[in-house]
């Protein structure tokens, strides 16, 4: 079992930035990939960044390149920078981990909160 730990949410206006991390209690060597969802109110679960934990590489949803940047510390620690804030970033982040050896592109843009490990997510307020 893993447990993560979000926080560095909190209210902020636009064009401002938030730094988010998500502690992890301990690294499994077949966790494929990490990354950052977001829910807001009324919507579906989306996406926001991830790592691929073997190559390093990234995936970033199409509305957030460029202002947000995933990254990773050697201590199992996973932080998400986001710049240039918009009302619409507002919302619920999650970190969460896929325990599985693969990593489709549908693990991000089709989560389900029945699958993989999850943190109790950290509130995100963009006004503008």
């Known amino acids: 079992q893993v447990q993560l730990a979000e926080s560095g949410g909190g209210s902020v206006q636009a064009g401002g930035s938030l730094r988010l991390s998500c502690a992890a209690s301990?690294?499994?060597?077949?966790?494929?990939?990490m990354g950052w969802f977001r829910q807001a109110p009324g919507k579906e679960r989306e996406g926001v960044a991830g790592?691929?934990?073997?190559?390093?590489?990234t995936y970033y949803a199409d509305s957030v390149k460029g202002r947000f940047t995933i990254s990773q510390d050697a201590k199992n620690t996973l932080y998400l920078q986001m710049n240039s804030l918009k009302p619409e970033d507002t919302a619920m982040y999650y970190c969460?981990?896929?325990?599985?050896?693969?990593?489709?592109?549908?693990?991000?843009?089709?989560?389900?909160?029945?699958?993989?490990?999850w943190g109790q997510g950290t509130q995100v307020t963009v006004s503008s």
């Open positions: 969460a981990s896929n325990p599985t050896p693969y990593c489709s592109v549908n693990y991000w843009q089709h989560p389900s909160a029945d699958f993989g490990y």
């Open positions: 301990r690294y499994t060597y077949s966790t494929s990939c």
């Open positions: 790592i691929y934990t073997s190559s390093g590489g």
